[in-house]
């Protein structure tokens, strides 16, 4: 299974951008998809997540109103949909998937934490200049 990030890039304060994610290999359909990043010298935290089979989404207070996360045109494909963005949302954006389902038992309200996603894209640089 691999993860492929993209979309990425620098944009002015008050602007857009629209990340993607594409997961492939070895699958039919994945169970949840989520987003973290991680600013420089901080932790990775939680962005949002989808749930495949509902299309219900979550975000994280930081960015809800803001940013959405929704299926793609392709199959197994998600999009980050980032407005407004603020200096503060600089980080690189990682995309993961519960490709299995191994942490769906725990709930989806599990899906907020790294631990809930097997697999991990290589991660996009967002820069948000002011």
């Known amino acids: 299974v691999q993860l492929q990030a993209s979309g990425g890039g620098l944009v002015q304060a008050g602007g857009s951008l629209r990340l993607s994610c594409a997961a492939s290999?070895?699958?039919?359909?994945?169970?949840?998809m989520g987003w973290f990043r991680q600013a420089p010298g901080k932790e990775r935290e939680f962005v949002a997540r989808?749930?495949?089979?509902?299309?219900?989404?979550y975000y994280a207070d930081s960015v809800k109103g803001r940013f959405t996360i929704s299926r793609g045109d392709a199959k197994n494909t998600v999009y980050l949909q980032m407005n407004s963005l603020q200096p503060q949302d600089t980080a690189v954006y990682y995309c993961?998937?519960?490709?299995?389902?191994?942490?769906?038992?725990?709930?989806?309200?599990?899906?907020?934490?790294?631990?809930?996603?097997?697999?991990w894209g290589q991660g996009t640089l967002v820069t948000v200049s002011s």
């Open positions: 993961a998937a519960d490709i299995f389902g191994n942490s769906y038992y725990k709930g989806i309200a599990y899906y907020t934490a790294q631990p809930a996603y097997d697999y």
């Open positions: 290999g070895g699958f039919s359909n994945y169970y949840v």
């Open positions: 989808i749930n495949r089979s509902d299309g219900s989404t």
